[in-house]
């Protein structure tokens, strides 16, 4: 048996294991992953849903302020056009 930190726990196959509810899983692969995070779709076997996950970036949002600065120049430019000096 070998633990990745924060990863799962690999054991040498052919592997039982028995869940919580009484049902059994097997795997006749030679080395399997078991989860230790719970969070894996395929529980008892590790999906990798541990790793991180990089999200797609995000377009930059304006705080309010500066769309309201933004907003109020906006007016002023577009009355500055409406009366000339």
Do not use: Y
């Amino acid at each position: 048996m070998l633990q990745e930190p924060g990863g799962p726990l690999l054991v040498e196959g052919p592997v039982e294991v028995v869940l919580e509810d009484g049902r059994t899983a097997r795997s006749d692969r030679p080395v399997v992953a078991l989860c230790t995070c719970r969070r894996s779709r395929l529980f008892p076997w590790c999906d990798t849903s541990h790793r991180g996950r990089k999200k797609p970036p995000v377009a930059r949002q304006q705080s309010p302020d500066a769309r309201d600065t933004r907003e109020s120049r906006d007016a002023q430019d577009a009355q500055d056009a409406q009366d000339p000096q």
